[in-house]
């Protein structure tokens, strides 16, 4: 099988612009002796607690709690590689603590709407974990077939800076309803992306 093609997402370009802010940051978290595991910890502890203010109504302070976590999350990858450690198993780590830090949010989220009884936002955060959850299954799967499937609108960086702003201002239902359309589009996406490069391979054996 021919290698899968490799797009650059926002995400990728993301890490180049800020990379003269995540460099420095990432050098001086390894000078105190802290470890790229542990910064993954520390980005899951603390969507945590940002789940905690979120389950209780304070959209606020959780959304602070996960606007704070989405920078550190990004720097255990770059701590590893500046450390010269970078590994699949480390990659492997953090992908699904990226996972379970995403539907502790949405945990958090849906237990506020069922407590005070509010169907709409239960539903849209059903949804965006749904649509969440998909994009990373198919590239996973698709990986894991030996195609690539690093394309689609919104990637988890994008789908943090959607839901954290819209914590912070109060617009959580319309953060929400973004998440929930786009990140099944990009479900999609992906799954699009994967079918052309399953038809130009059957045709190339042919």
Not at 90 to 100: L, M
Not at 155 to 175: C, D, M
């Amino acid at each position: 099988m021919e290698k899968p093609p490799v797009r650059k997402t926002f995400t990728d370009y993301l890490r180049l612009w800020f990379k003269w802010v995540l460099d420095p940051l990432g050098n001086f978290f390894n000078r105190l002796g802290l470890t790229p595991n542990m910064m993954t910890v520390i980005g899951m502890i603390g969507n945590c607690v940002g789940a905690y203010y979120l389950a209780r109504g304070d959209f606020f302070t959780g959304g602070l709690f996960v606007l704070i976590m989405t920078p550190i999350d990004a720097l255990d990858g770059t701590m590893a590689r500046l450390r010269g450690e970078p590994s699949d198993f480390g990659a492997f780590v953090d992908s699904v603590s990226d996972r379970y830090s995403e539907l502790i949010i949405y945990g958090g989220l849906l237990y506020h709407f069922l407590q005070v009884g509010e169907p709409l936002g239960g539903m849209l955060t059903f949804v965006a974990a749904a649509g969440s959850v998909l994009v990373s299954y198919v590239k996973a799967r698709a990986e894991g077939l030996g195609y690539g499937a690093k394309v689609g609108l919104l990637t988890r960086v994008e789908r943090y800076l959607v839901l954290a702003p819209s914590l912070v201002l109060g617009i959580y239902h319309i953060g929400l309803a973004i998440i929930a359309v786009f990140a099944n589009i990009t479900a999609l996406q992906r799954i699009w992306f994967v079918r052309s490069q399953a038809h130009k391979q059957m045709n190339a054996e042919k």
